[in-house]
Every structure is written in C-alpha cells, then in structure tokens.
C-alpha cells in the first residue's frame, strides 16, 4: 500500500508549474516542438540520474571533503553560465 500511495504522490508533485516546465513551454513556443521534446529529454535524464544517485548512496561519497568542493565549484561553473546566457 505504501507503495501505491508514494506512487500516487509523485505523480500529483509531477503536475505542478515549476520553472523547468515553463522552460519547456517557452522552448516549444519560441524554437519548437523537437527543440522542447529534446530539453525534456535532458530533464528526464538528469531527473533519472538523480534518483539513481540517491538510490546509490551519494551521501556517503559526498562525505569526502574533495568530492564536495570539486561539486561545489562545478555548481558556482553552472550559475555563472546560466547567468551569462
């Protein structure tokens, strides 16, 4: 049962307006259909990663003090682009 419910939940957490979905509509309106089917093929994909690495444990290998910052300024990397484009 317990099961069925989180499924449930998940797929009520799916339906809501967030920026990645308004990504993907202003995507399909100002380059296309294929061009928005592609960025959702890239969310879905980075979404599956995540679970898989939550799945796997990510914690214990973020643990390292390394792993961490090596992260860390991969993530400053990623703002600063996004900011630029």
């Known amino acids: 049962m317990a099961i069925v419910e989180g499924l449930l939940f998940g797929f009520v957490l799916q339906l809501s307006i967030g920026p990645v979905c308004l990504s993907v509509w ?3 309106l100002t380059a296309g259909f294929w061009q928005a089917w592609l ?8 979404d599956a990663a995540y679970m898989m690495a939550a799945l796997w444990g990510i914690g214990r290998f973020l643990e390292n003090p390394v792993v961490g910052a ?4 991969y993530g400053i990397i990623l703002l600063g682009r996004g900011l630029v484009l």
């Open 26 to 28: 202003q995507r399909s």
């Open 39 to 46: 960025m959702i093929l890239g969310v879905a994909t980075v």
């Open 70 to 73: 090596a992260l860390i300024v």
